[in-house]
């Protein structure tokens, strides 16, 4: 009987340190997961640039509807036009512009601004 008991024993030993060896090893080749964060598309406005605020880094745009759109920008924030710097459109203040940005509400970022050409 005392046999018995130490063969179940060992045998419990066994199984119990090869199945944590073989958990460690599972857990060792698992793969990462990529999370993959979701960004909102890019939108655009389009209007008057109304005011250039270079001291909070705001832009305000006023639409076709006579609404005033105020979006952020950033030294990222690209100019396509005459002036090449945000704080250049400043003294250019009324122009038509088209705005490109990311984000909603008042978390709006302006990345690109082109300057248009005025309507004859």
């Known amino acids: 009987m005392t046999r018995l008991i130490a063969a179940v024993g060992a045998l ?28 909102s598309p890019a939108s655009t406005i389009d209007g008057e640039l109304v005011r250039v605020d270079t001291s909070a880094r705001m832009i305000v745009v006023r639409t076709a509807d006579n609404k005033e759109e105020q979006l952020a920008y950033t030294t990222s924030t690209r ?42």
């Open 12 to 39: 419990a030993w066994l199984t119990a340190s090869t199945s944590g060896a073989f958990a460690q090893e599972a857990q060792a080749t698992r793969t990462p997961v990529l999370r993959i964060v979701q960004t």
């Open 79 to 120: 100019v396509n036009g005459a002036q090449k710097t945000v704080a250049g459109l400043a003294g250019t203040t009324p122009t038509q512009v088209s705005v490109r940005f990311t984000g909603t509400g008042a978390n709006r970022v302006a990345t690109e601004i082109t300057v248009r050409e005025a309507k004859s």
